[in-house]
């Protein structure tokens, strides 16, 4: 023990001799450690850890393969009414869209994080209700009522974990919505920016619009592969 706190003493005497020294070696070792820790992070996040999804191997995702090359993850309406036809490989196809809402009427007003899902969304990635239900097929129609799903986070800080907050009514950019539902901590997609509310997408079924602007995911149903089900597409 002596001979540690004497080679200590002596190391701390070095250093206050070459304070320049001192800075730029702390500040390298700092920049090393940040770095392989920042890796590390998102090596774990992506390859090391499993989706927070019941069988994970059957989600996939639906992109498009165009003829001069090169693939894209959005799709139209269009495209996700046939995909959610082909009930032959697909239990669940769900679309999803990222985007921001201003909450009003609630104490004071904030800019939040919105998913706009449709509601096969909540069964694809195995969503767990902790209080009220999430949207129905019939809700995520349009012209149907609004209604709203928290996340987990979002409720414990915005409304203090109350659950009583279930048909309490939100002003979402100027539209009044209907919480019907919290769903737990379980639902993570967005690794970035986690959504704060789930609202229903609600695509016409019988919408040829093809503009793409959402992501689409589903899940196979049990048995198919993902060879049959790219042959049936």
Not at 52 to 64: G, K
Request: proline share 6%.
């Amino acid at each position: 023990m002596d001979a540690f706190l004497k080679d200590l003493k002596h190391s701390i005497r070095m250093f206050l001799q070459t304070p320049g020294f001192t800075v730029a070696a702390i500040a390298a070792l700092a920049l090393g450690i940040g770095t392989n820790t920042a890796i590390f992070s998102v090596v774990n996040t992506v390859l090391l850890q499993p989706l927070a999804f019941p069988d994970p191997d059957r989600v996939v995702n639906f992109q498009n393969t165009f003829k001069q090359g090169g693939r894209g993850s959005s799709a139209s309406p269009s495209e996700f009414n046939f995909w959610r036809r082909q009930t032959g490989a697909f239990q669940d196809v769900s679309a999803s869209a990222f985007n921001v809402a201003n909450l009003t009427g609630e104490a004071s007003p904030e800019q939040i994080q919105m998913t706009r899902a449709s509601a096969d969304f909540f069964r694809v990635c195995g969503a767990t209700v902790l209080y009220g239900r999430t949207y129905t097929a019939g809700e995520d129609l349009p012209k149907e009522p609004k209604t709203a799903v928290l996340a987990y986070n979002f409720w414990q800080r915005r409304f203090g974990g109350d659950p009583q907050v279930i048909g309490r009514r939100i002003t979402l950019s100027g539209e009044r919505y209907e919480i019907i539902g919290v769903v737990g901590p379980n639902l993570k997609i967005e690794i970035d920016e986690p959504p704060d509310i789930y609202i229903p997408f609600q695509i016409d079924p019988n919408k040829v619009d093809n503009g793409h602007y959402f992501n689409v995911i589903g899940r196979l149903k049990p048995g198919v592969t993902l060879a049959v089900a790219n042959a049936q597409l």
